[in-house]
């Protein structure tokens, strides 16, 4: 039979509201005192103490009614301090249901103001750390209240107690130790660049009505909690546990300190990966080490360690090799880092990755790090996506009114041979803005602005485009037309209801009237565009996440004719993944429940390459990495145009999440690929690829096959 939580709770008190011992009580020179128990000493004071607070919690607790409702069987542990100046602080509830923390939270909050416990005739502070399981069978309770000396056991078998504090007032009374409480949750970390984890609280962060901004990537958790309760929904994902394997492996960080006003976790991670693809075994063997933490409110710090060997399905190696930087090394992982070679078959890819956010205000958020930044609502994006490599990077987040301004300035490397000196890669700059503007309740309009300059003649970092609010078009044409290569972008999405929305993106990489609204079709009409649409909970299943998108870019955008100053980093476009001159339509949908998810993506595409022989040798505006003076013609310039290509691939994927404090994952894969070019060539020729994947993954970060 279940028993009240107030009785359970009452017995609760009745077990193990005491301190460790009767020698522990010996240390205490005076113990709190409730104006009721005054003119009591030793082991009376302490009981008398626990009486009273037993009978105000008996009287004040009100049993939520979901606990009830679910006839909820476990355990639930609470740290207690009763500060210097005789306050009642409840510093950490464990509990299933948030609704239990919030009742003893506001029950304890209003107990009175009481002469605190002194040590050396100095007030001190005193904690209490009690667990209970429920429902809880009444136990035999002795006339003394205290638990038994230095075993931290109480006289019930169905509760036990820990005293935090052993010590008072010695010469570390300032350094405590706290439960963590998921601190992550608010603070100025980046929620890991994930599409399917973004999936799980995008719908809270597009319902109508609200004044925030959904384009700038990857968020910070402090601004997504305000709509979407991570707390919550990880209590119900939590398992019950008592062993401390057990907690680690399903509910915890591994390694966590918690002081007064900072903490960090350390995790292990892997990305482990075996599988066939294209006629020959593939696998992935990532180890990593991850380490966040924050030092105070405003300051927060992350950094990722990643050591990897793998072999890939034929068409990814062959993309990896495609992308070879200078210096012997047989590729670059798209998306990770330059690989070297691994015995026979395979690569050796090392990647790091970190930042420190700082948020000097409400209105402002500073990062320095070595990562990516994605900009826009869709899977792909056609101003600043997560494809390529990591790179080092300033951005400044300033979010006020309806209005949300980023800045970012990155260091970015052509790493191609022709650029190459003494061993050195050659080093270029970007620098962007976005302008996110809530036009209304429902529309959302964003401006956007990049330019990429190179390091020569000692330029070095250019402090012009330092100046955040000024447009870069304008200082391109100060530093001479060859200065540098700027970009301007147009993005919109409209709420049409708390379930479905609809997004765009528009780029221009060349801005003169008679070529981009010409009828001539000119090789100057350099822009792309984007257009989607999301539908949250549909059909009325909840989790239930559907998502339609077309792009289109034209043919020598994000290219320059100066190589160097093109719109990539390390080989690989930092917008779109296919570079320029194609056309793609993509279905996508996401399902959760409980820890089980699933995913399917389905893309379409035309893509035009070059056919790179002695006959035809031109560039045909596909790949960024290529001077625009090589191209065929100057009008009647079409997408597809040179080795016309249709790409169908088609990404199936379910798992289950092992962990969601570090995101570790169990899943299976499948992914068909079919590339049919007009004409065979050395580099594109017709394939097609099935490649089945099983693995175990640490989800930090997006990592694209769909090339």
Avoid at 224 to 241: C, D, G, P, S
Avoid at 639 to 661: K, M, R
Wanted: one cysteine or more; hydrophobic letters at 35%.
């Amino acid at each position: 039979m279940k028993l009240p939580l107030r009785s359970l709770l009452v017995l609760l008190l009745l077990t193990t509201y005491s301190l460790k011992a009767q020698e522990a009580l010996s240390d205490i020179e005076k113990y709190p005192v409730f104006e009721s128990c005054e003119g009591q000493s030793g082991a009376a004071l302490a009981e008398c103490f626990n009486a009273t607070l037993q009978q105000f919690f008996y009287e004040n607790f009100k049993t939520p009614d979901i606990v009830g409702e679910e006839n909820y069987t476990g355990v639930m542990v609470s740290l207690l301090e009763v500060t210097a100046e005789g306050e009642f602080k409840v510093l950490y509830t464990e509990a299933v249901y948030q609704e239990l923390k919030d009742e003893v939270k506001r029950v304890f909050g209003e107990l009175p103001k009481i002469e605190p416990a002194t040590y050396n005739a100095k007030p001190t502070y005193v904690q209490f750390q009690f667990s209970v399981n429920l429902p809880l069978q009444a136990p035999q309770i002795t006339q003394t209240t205290t638990a038994t000396a230095n075993t931290g056991t109480a006289d019930s078998d169905n509760t036990s107690l820990v005293v935090v504090q052993d010590q008072f007032n010695t010469e570390y009374e300032d350094i405590k130790s706290f439960p963590y409480q998921n601190e992550e949750y608010t603070s100025q970390l980046n929620i890991p660049l994930s599409h399917q984890n973004y999936a799980m609280f995008d719908p809270a962060m597009n319902q109508v009505g609200i004044n925030n901004h959904t384009a700038q990537k990857p968020y910070v958790y402090e601004e997504v909690n305000k709509y979407y309760n991570f707390e919550a929904a990880n209590q119900k994902l939590l398992k019950k546990k008592s062993s401390w394997l057990g907690r680690k492996w399903w509910n915890e960080h591994m390694g966590i300190v918690k002081g007064e006003d900072y903490w960090f976790t350390i995790d292990p991670g892997v990305d482990l990966q075996v599988g066939r693809g294209d006629g020959v075994d593939t696998y992935n063997n990532t180890r990593l080490v991850y380490f966040q933490g924050g030092l105070g409110k405003k300051l927060n710090f992350f950094a990722a360690v990643y050591e990897s060997q793998g072999r890939f399905a034929g068409y990814f190696n062959r993309y990896a090799e495609s992308l070879r930087p200078d210096g012997g090394n047989p590729a670059i992982i798209p998306g990770r880092n330059i690989a070297e070679p691994f015995r026979t078959d395979s690569y050796d890819y090392p990647v790091a990755e970190g930042y420190l956010s700082y948020a000097p205000s409400q209105h402002f958020n500073i990062q320095l790090g070595h990562g990516k930044n994605f900009i826009g609502d869709g899977y792909r994006s056609l101003l600043l996506s997560d494809n390529a490599s990591p790179y080092p990077y300033l951005r400044l987040n300033t979010n006020f009114w309806k209005l949300k301004y980023t800045n970012t300035w990155m260091s970015l490397r052509d790493v191609r041979s022709e650029v190459t000196l003494d061993g050195s890669f050659r080093t270029k700059y970007m620098a962007n803005h976005y302008l996110s503007i809530n036009v209304t309740k429902r529309l959302n309009i964003g401006l956007f602005e990049a330019v990429m300059w190179e390091n020569d003649n000692d330029r070095g970092f250019d402090l012009n485009y330092l100046n955040p609010v000024i447009f870069y078009r304008a200082i391109e044409f100060t530093t001479g037309s060859r200065g540098g290569n700027a970009i301007i972008g147009l993005s919109g999405k409209y709420k049409f209801s708390d379930q479905i929305n609809a997004y765009s993106q528009v780029v221009i990489d060349e801005f003169s009237s008679g070529d981009v609204f010409g009828g001539d079709q000119s090789w100057k009409n350099k822009l792309g565009f984007q257009i989607g649409a999301k539908y949250y909970n549909a059909f009325g299943v909840k989790n239930l996440y559907l998502q339609a998108e077309y792009n289109q870019v034209r043919p020598y955008t994000y290219s320059h004719n100066t190589i160097v100053l093109n719109y990539g980093h390390q080989n690989q476009p930092m917008a779109h993944l296919w570079g320029a001159n194609f056309r793609e339509g993509i279905l996508i949908a996401r399902y959760f429940n409980g820890r089980w998810f699933g995913s399917a993506k389905l893309t379409f595409g035309e893509r035009g390459f070059d056919f790179n022989t002695a006959e035809d040798s031109f560039y045909y505006g596909g790949g960024i990495y290529r001077d625009e003076g090589d191209r065929p013609f100057d009008t009647g310039i079409e997408i597809g145009q040179g080795n016309t290509t249709s790409v169908f691939i088609g990404e199936f994927q379910g798992g289950y999440l092992i962990n969601p404090a570090t995101n570790l994952k169990v899943y299976a894969s499948l992914l068909f690929r079919d590339f049919t070019p007009d004409v065979d060539t050395a580099t594109e020729f017709a394939s097609s690829s099935t490649w089945f994947n099983l693995g175990i993954r640490t989800d930090l970060c997006n990592w694209y096959f769909d090339f």
